[in-house]
Structure formats: structure tokens, C-alpha cells
């Protein structure tokens, strides 16, 4: 079964760091891109990250460029999202995303991990 | 900055209505680069639609997508119980990179 696991989310202050991960599985990690979206309570989809198959591009949005680093570790099937100086408004649900194959979408995701970030 | 935007915000409709959900560039984009995600609470999204109308893995032929250029639309002919849902457009484009539209929720009437 193809499957994405993410894990890492908790209560954090502001300014502190935090590491994601999100674990793969039932497929060849190492022949996708692989993103970032997060979702605010009771908001919308906002993405966040972006990293081609061997770590070559990696792309971010404005809100988070120069604080979170997304890496991956595709011999352990691993993609992670190193969130540094963490503000209130970086509160939402963190999910992974398997970018699908020539195309520009994401069509498998995971279920998800909850940062909440007070100030 | 390219910007999607979504209308109506909420859709009511009764079942076996037919839905239409508009989604509008802010500059025109690759209908290579429009897909459409469906989420319902406490869910993660799900990929129907990616390069503007091909449906994907197991979505119903129900879900159709059609446009190109700034304006795209998601039709489901007949809405069953469980189409309720938010439905959000994303495309790729140069800054930023990814964009979603803030989404479309489709209400039982």
C-alpha cells in the first residue's frame, strides 16, 4: 500500500525549532518530487515546500523562506522539514505530498501533523 | 504574483444536482500545471483532476474538469451524498511556485 506517514508535530513556543518527518512507503521514494502543505484551523491549503527526487531543487513559499528547510534521505524513504524561529501564524496542520509523475499535483498524501506554535 | 480565485465560496445543492465550481488565474497558466482536490473534514485532500481535465486513479466520471488559460471550472454532473465537500484548485507557476485557490464548499441544501 502505497503510504505516507508523517510525524513530528507538537506545542512549540515562538522562536523555538521544530523537525518534521514524513515516511514512506509502497513505492520508489527516490523517483519523486515531494512537497509540503500545510492547512491553518479552518483554513485553506497553503503550500510550503517543494524538493525534486535527489535533492537537487528544492523551492519554498515566501512565508517560510529563509526559517524551514525541507531535506530528504531517500535511501531511509524519508522527507523532513526543519522549521526554525517559529511564529504563531506557522499554526496548522502539516502535510507530506507525493508530487505525481509528469505533472505538476499531488496525488498522494499523508494524514498529517499538528504544529501549534504560541507566542 | 499569480493568485487563484474561487467562486462561489459555498455551493448549495441538493443530490443529483449538478455542480459547477469556477476556479480564475491571475495570470494566464498551463492547464498542464490546473488540478482540483476534493477534502472532507478531518481528511486529507484528494487528487481528482490534474492537468485540467484528466481524471485521476479511481475518480469518478462524474468529475469532469475543463479550460485553459485564466479560467477553469470543475463539474460533477450528479452530485452524490458524498461529493459534499471543499474543493480546492492548485496550479504551478513561477512565483510562487505553487498556488492554491482558497476553495469552494459544496453544502447539502
Known amino acids: 500500500e502505497v503510504q505516507l506517514v508523517e510525524s513530528g508535530g507538537e506545542l512549540v513556543q515562538s522562536g523555538r525549532s521544530l523537525r518534521l518527518s514524513c515516511a514512506a512507503s509502497?513505492?520508489?521514494?527516490?523517483?519523486?518530487?515531494m512537497h509540503w502543505v500545510r492547512q491553518a484551523p479552518g483554513k485553506g491549503l497553503e503550500w510550503v515546500s517543494g524538493?525534486?527526487?535527489?535533492?537537487?531543487?528544492?523551492i519554498y513559499a515566501d512565508s517560510v523562506k529563509g526559517r524551514f528547510t525541507i531535506s530528504r534521505d531517500n535511501a531511509e524513504n524519508s522527507l523532513h522539514l526543519q522549521m526554525n524561529s517559529l511564529r504563531p501564524e506557522d499554526t496548522a496542520l502539516y502535510y507530506c505530498?507525493?508530487?505525481?509523475?509528469?505533472?505538476?499535483?499531488?496525488?498522494?498524501w499523508g494524514q498529517g501533523t499538528m504544529v501549534t506554535v504560541s507566542s | 504574483e499569480s493568485v487563484l480565485t474561487q467562486s462561489p465560496g459555498t455551493l448549495s445543492l441538493s443530490p443529483g444536482e449538478r455542480a459547477t465550481l469556477s476556479c480564475r488565474a491571475s495570470?494566464?497558466?498551463?492547464?498542464?500545471?490546473l488540478a482540483w482536490y476534493q477534502q472532507k473534514p478531518g481528511q486529507a485532500p484528494r487528487l481528482l483532476i490534474y492537468?485540467?481535465?484528466s481524471r485521476a486513479t479511481g475518480i469518478p466520471d462524474r468529475f469532469s474538469g475543463s479550460g485553459s488559460g485564466t479560467d477553469f471550472t470543475l463539474t460533477i454532473s450528479r452530485l452524490e451524498p458524498e461529493d459534499f465537500a471543499v474543493y480546492y484548485c492548485?496550479?504551478?507557476?513561477?512565483?510562487?511556485?505553487?498556488?492554491f485557490g482558497q476553495g469552494t464548499k459544496v453544502e447539502i441544501k
Open positions: 505530498g507525493r508530487r505525481m509523475k509528469n505533472t505538476v499535483a499531488i496525488d498522494i
Open positions: 509502497g513505492f520508489t521514494f527516490g523517483d519523486y518530487g
Open positions: 524538493i525534486s527526487w535527489n535533492g537537487d531543487t528544492v
Open positions: 495570470q494566464s497558466v498551463s492547464s498542464t500545471y
Open positions: 492537468a485540467a481535465s
Open positions: 492548485q496550479h504551478y507557476g513561477s512565483s510562487p511556485p505553487w498556488t
